[in-house]
């Protein structure tokens, strides 16, 4: 139980456009996702936090207007890259709180390796 | 400042030995600690959390140890496979839903 499914898997996207990505609870309801990003060996970085039917909640130092966050439903989140530029490209994943059998843990989607060219 | 610090970026050992990995912590006041295992393009993957008032947590070959006052948990893999060559990644739950990750150690075993 409890699986995110994320999508796409890969992209790569020219300068100056936008990407969507989207993330789904298959098997449960997600009233919060997280959003991260990772370099190359380096930690899973929260981005923004967003709860379904509100506003999401940014880190220090994420822009907002360029990272637009949608959690329209409870099985689904997406997070829009806008005119993406080539430091943009990294690993973003989406994560969201499970609580089957009283675990705590975070489930993760697969996911998203972006690339800006 | 606030760090979680994996001991090493790098680990590797023989098929069969103990592995041990560490987490430490600055300036955090966990109530749990997770780890997961990630393998290279894809997501984390929970293994394992311990709360605060715990000392050790076992599940099959995996053990974990809680030491609050020397702010660091242990992270054991028994009769280390091949297959369990992975990174894996500590976190804090700092709160009930905010988790804080660490850089992650590459795991290596060879056969």
């Known amino acids: 139980g409890a699986v995110v499914s994320q999508h796409p898997s890969r992209v790569i996207c020219k300068s100056g456009t936008s990407v969507k990505i989207e993330c789904r609870s298959l098997d449960f309801q997600a009233t919060t996702m997280f959003w991260y990003r990772q370099f190359p060996k380096q930690s899973l970085m929260l981005m923004a936090t967003s709860n379904e039917g509100s506003k999401a909640t940014y880190e220090q130092g994420v822009e907002k207007d360029k990272f637009l966050i949608n959690h329209a439903s409870l099985t689904l989140s997406t997070l829009t890259v806008t005119s993406a530029h080539p430091e943009d490209s990294s690993f973003y994943i989406c994560?969201?709180?499970?609580?089957?059998?009283?675990?705590?843990?975070?489930?993760f989607g697969s996911g998203t390796r972006l690339t800006v060219v | 400042s606030q760090k979680i610090e994996q001991n090493s970026e790098a680990l590797n050992i023989q098929e069969g030995k103990t592995a041990t990995l560490t987490c430490n912590y600055t300036n955090y006041s966990p109530a749990y600690l997770q780890w997961y295992r990630q393998d290279p393009g894809r997501g984390p993957v929970f293994l394992l959390l311990?709360?605060?008032?715990?000392k050790e947590k076992r599940k099959e070959r995996l053990k974990v140890t809680f030491d609050t006052t020397l702010k660091q948990s242990l992270f054991h893999i028994t009769a280390s496979q091949p297959a369990d060559s992975a990174t894996y990644l500590c976190a804090l739950g700092v709160t009930n839903n905010d988790m804080r990750f660490g850089a992650g150690t590459r795991l290596t075993v060879k056969p």
């Open positions: 311990i709360r605060e008032n715990e």
């Open positions: 994560s969201a709180p499970r609580r089957d059998r009283g675990s705590r843990g975070y489930t």
